[in-house]
């Protein structure tokens, strides 16, 4: 997974945002109020004095501000607060801030300083608290998001490696919560498909090893009219036996899937040697018609598999172009980690295509035959950790690919029906 799709990344990201949006709120909230301070700290008091200190000043009684307050009018009002507007005013002298209340009346203009005032310093430390309460507020934040996405993913996490596994772990089945439920309902999910699987591969198995028997009849049926019918005779029995013989060939393959045996613990299968003997042995197919049957090797390639399933696979898609092309060529490749099979004939319908790629197999006229041996050899690659793809030819007919793994006991995941 990356870590752009992280759930715990996600979670964190969601939590700071909220820590950003709340801090946010707060900061607002908390400006308003502290001008809001100002205004009834300072500009009241400043105006409350003026409204005592303007009459007496104009009567010419003795003005006796408060501590720090200073009434000054006309040309006693010092240089810098001078052109003042009305109202309230912050005024920096050298280091000092000083709040000055301007204001007219009918003897001129006069202003009331403020010389103490210690607002500036209240409101310093007011906004460096916050600061700091910001600071802390996102690193409770991301650690809380943290602890959270550990607390939600971790399970998760553990839960898809226990599926992967196959086994679900009864300390995840027994939780109370939705992450319980989700375990238990894959648990059961799991053995309801394992045990849909299992009556396949049995069913698959049986009815193979009742259909040997029969095959085995006809074929030695059709060898014995081999031998003594008359020429007359002699075809019809070849297309039985060769009939009973792809039949049995195909049991032979589904016994061998319906059994999954270990890929790992097989010997190494010689693919150049396997393409050669199913083109010699398909080479009759074309006699008679005006067909090339090919076959190049350019590199050696092995594989940990069953024989017969290898066989089965190339064959089938073999047989099929031999059968299925009237003239021109087929051509069996073994290339550096694939095999190619190429044929000049009409070429798959978009159905069979389409089919093949959610793995059925539909009738078609194409050299593709019936489209059974193609979803056959379809399932042998998926089996044996192989792609499988088709192409249509640019000049005309098709061009399928089975390629394998670099490592010849690993498994890759199918790749998807596309050209090249």
Known sequence: MRRADSLKRRIVIAFVLFGLGASALFAAIAAI?????????????????????????????????????????GAAIPAPLRGLADGVHKVDVGPTRLHVLA?????????????????????????SMFAAVFVG????ATLLGGFLGTRVVTPIRELAQAVGQDSVPPAL????????????????????LRAFLDRERYFTGDVSHELRSPLTV??????????????????????????????????????LLARSPEL????????????????????????????????????????????ELCAAAIGNL??????????????????????????????????????????????SSGSGGTGLGLALARRICDFLGASFAYEARAEGGSRFTIGFAPDPGSRRPNVPLTGG
């Open 264 to 307: 790992g613990s097989q010997a190494p299968v010689d693919l150049a040697r396997v393409a050669r003997d199913e083109a010699d042995k398909y080479r009759s197919l074309v006699a008679g018609k005006p067909v090339a049957l090919r076959f190049e090797e350019s590199a050696a390639l092995a594989v940990r598999a069953p024989r």
């Open 318 to 363: 073999v047989r099929n172009a031999c059968q299925y092309t009237d003239a021109g060529e087929v051509v069996l490749r073994v290339l550096p980690g694939r095999v190619v099979v190429e044929d000049t004939g009409p070429g798959l319908p978009p159905a069979v295509v389409a089919t093949l790629g959610s793995g059925g197999g539909v009738p």
């Open 33 to 73: 109020a502290v001008e809001g301070i100002e205004v009834q700290l300072v500009d009241k008091r400043l105006e409350a004095a003026v409204a005592w200190a303007a009459p007496r000043h104009t009567a010419g009684l003795d003005v006796d501000m408060p501590a720090g307050l200073r009434f000054q009018r």
């Open 103 to 127: 204001g007219h009346d009918a003897q001129g203009g006069w202003v009331l300083v403020d010389h103490e005032s210690d607002y500036d310093k209240i409101e310093l430390v007011v906004y």
């Open 218 to 255: 006809i074929m030695g049926a059709a060898e014995i009219l081999l031998q003594d019918a008359p020429p007359a005779l002699r075809a019809p029995a070849e297309r039985i036996y060769r009939a009973a013989r792809e039949a049995a060939e195909c049991v032979t393959v589904l016994l």
């Open 173 to 192: 089945t027994g939780r109370k919560d939705e992450l319980g439920v989700l375990a238990r309902a894959l648990q059961a999910h799991t053995a309801e």
């Open 137 to 140: 507020f996102m690193l409770l």
